[in-house]
């Protein structure tokens, strides 16, 4: 269903309404097992935007209208529809089949009985206090709630807190603030900003994800003109 088919297609809902249940009642339960496909992309909660937006507070509004995520498609805010029962059916079962042009790399859940339970878990996770409320109810454990939020770098030690980074021959050397010199193949070193305040505080780059065999890791940057300004060219 197209969102524009939707206005017809809401009108149906709510003579079906009238006349009988559409719908057998889906289960919070079986949709919070659902909701985990959708925790690596979402949080639920408030202001904390991962790839997609948190989907806190969110029922009964307006498609692509939290203020603060910037990354929306064009094609899913110039639409007027209100998330509820029937546009998160529709954008559950295809979302790039409801709004064509949308973004979210999601090839939609083709089960209709999962979708009802995961829509019966949504309604009350998208409510207000939602994430709150479906810990409070063990519906999920608080880290999927959360979603795949990452790691808090304003906190982290003098293991990884970089004290001077130099890229000589292909290779970055990174010293950390105990000391230690870490070397890596250039290709193996991601430079990455993260101004949130989950990022790096105190004008120093973090380095993270280099575990005891790990030979990728990523230098992490708070502002992008810490790059250029803290990393040497030197051999
Ligand atoms: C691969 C990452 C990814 C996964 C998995 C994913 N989403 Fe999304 N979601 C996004 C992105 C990105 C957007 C914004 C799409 C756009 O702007 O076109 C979005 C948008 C949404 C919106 C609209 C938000 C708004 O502000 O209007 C809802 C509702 C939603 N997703 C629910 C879900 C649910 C429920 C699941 C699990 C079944 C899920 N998403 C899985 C990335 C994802």
Redesign the pocket.
Known sequence: MSAKSYVIAGAVALISAATGPAHAQGSPQRGAM??R??A???SLEPGMHL???S?AD?WG?K????AD?P???K???AQEFL?DETT?NA??AN?AGF?AG?????RG?EDEKTRQD?IAF?RLA?APGGAKAVVAQRLVPDSLARGQTPEDLSKVGPTQQVKAARYCQNSYFVTTADGQEHSFWALNLRLKVDSSALGPKGGRPVLTGSGMQGDRASLVFSDPAQISAFLQSKC
């Open positions: 659902a909701y496909a959708c690596a992309c979402h790839t997609g937006p989907l969110l509004k498609a692509a209208s939290v995520f990354r929306y498609s094609a899913l805010k998330w998160l954008w559950l979302p709004v949308s973004q979210m790399t999601f859940i995961l949504l998208m």
